[in-house]
């Protein structure tokens, strides 16, 4: 079990100094006195099952940071596990919640789910005392609130960041598994209410993510800051500025044959020139890279079959490029998948005609140095034209978030989570069913060439997201979840 460090970041005068969030962050402040006050006394301990990649591990660090600047004791632990088939067993799970494989799971799993779970209790017991509060996030660590709950006098929440509108068999599956768990949890928390299984209704609450407007990943980058960040990272080439901000790393990119390179070492990617469509996920089907890219390629084609050669939307449609980015799978510890989901997308882009695979670029991105990451997310949302998430399944997508905070136009599937967050015509399109090439093609085709409505889809998309989405509704949420628990 690792206690991990929040990084240094904004603080509470630096979001009120922030003009569209100053009343935002007043009004939050006067909601939460009372919450707080009645969580005194209490650590709040955050348990999950990673420190970098996907949506929790990107929204704990600026709740906790701004959560103990305003008084409040809480920790994040991450529990350790070094076995694969414990990750491929809750990678299943984690599908099987999102409707996908056959929801069959049996003793022998169970075996390795508790195993892990077993082994990190020690280690979790040496931090947390009577009269705590355990949040554990997802199904990875779920077990360990019954094990806790032997010993400690403390109240137990289990967050879920996952979930599927309608039930199936495999959704009932995979339910019925983890429902032995549910007894030890005084309470639940999904982000959206049909996710939530029958037998917990009447203990849940729901909590919205967030993003933090201010983190490396959202906060305002000019345009020269934004092309440092290519530069330094290499997604762009040209003269880097002397001795500032030197990056770590540079971005992987996949060249034709399917190995790694670095990206400017045979194709820079002229961004900033070309209209660009961009997808950032971690490597899972579910993102919908696959489909995305598919849909990519039936545009260019039809373009060029059927385009009127000396129309503007022919040109638009001719120079515009695919960006797919995602995490190097080297440093995704929870996510065996991701290598295997990355090897397909590579065989599918070894394939295509070469000079498309130059309009493709499939980005690797440093998720081992988080500062680095956020940057290059960042800048490449802001430099995107249309911001794509293609998800077959979306608890609630992050990303479509971030880009609309950045005024970015979406592009994103009917999933439920998806279609909760982006409202279509007004921030973004929705194109209902990711898995169908020449909707997702035309609907892409359509919004290069709009470029008035994707203006207003942007400026609507970030009114939104400060509205509903940003970490202060959050944080107020948990505050008052957590000591109605306590109480
Ligand atoms: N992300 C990232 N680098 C990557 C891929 C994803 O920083 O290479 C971030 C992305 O910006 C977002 C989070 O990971 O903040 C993914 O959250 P989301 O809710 O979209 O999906 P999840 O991974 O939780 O299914």
Known sequence: MQNITIPEGAKIEDYKAYGSLNHLVHQFLEQTKSSIQSLKGSTIWMINSTATGGGVAEMLPSQIRIMRSLGVNIVWLVIEASDNAFFKLTKRIHNAIHGSGDGV????????????????????????????LV????????????????????????????????????????????????????????????YVPDMIKSKTSIIT??????????????????LNILLQSGIISGRKPLLHDVF???????????????VNQTNPLDIIYRPTITEISRWDRLKGFKELMDAFISMKQNNENSGDRSSENYQRIKVTRLILGGPDPAFVADDPEGEEVLNELIEQYKNIDPDLQNDIAIL???????????????ALQRFSNIVVQNSLQ???????????????????????GLKFQVEDSVTGRINEDPTDIGQLASKLEQMLNKPKERDNWG????????KNFTLFSQIESWLSVLSDVKQ
């Open 248 to 262: 770590q790393h540079q971005v992987r990119r996949i060249l034709p044959d399917g190995s790694f390179g670095e």
């Open 105 to 132: 799971f049996n003793e022998a799993d169970r075996t390795i789910f508790e195993k892990v779970n077993a082994q990190n209790i020690d280690a979790a017991l040496n931090f947390i005392k009577d009269g705590d």
């Open 459 to 466: 400026f609507n998309g970030q009114l939104r997201v400060i």
């Open 394 to 416: 979306e608890g609630f997508g992050l990303t479509a978030t971030e880009a609309m905070w950045k005024q970015r136009p979406v592009l994103v599937s009917g999933a439920a």
């Open 364 to 378: 690797l991105l440093p998720l081992d140095n988080p500062r680095e990451n956020a940057l290059i997310v960042n």
């Open 209 to 226: 993510p967030a993003i933090d407007p201010l983190s490396h990943k959202n906060r305002i980058l000019h345009t020269d800051k934004c």
């Open 135 to 194: 949040v554990i996030h997802d199904p990875q660590p779920m077990p360990l609130a019954g094990m806790i709950a032997k010993t400690r006098n403390v109240k137990l929440v289990w967050r879920c960041h996952i979930g599927l509108e309608e039930h199936n068999t495999t959704t009932k599956g995979v339910w019925s598994f983890l429902s032995q768990y549910f007894e030890a949890y005084d309470h639940f928390v999904f982000s959206i209410p049909s």
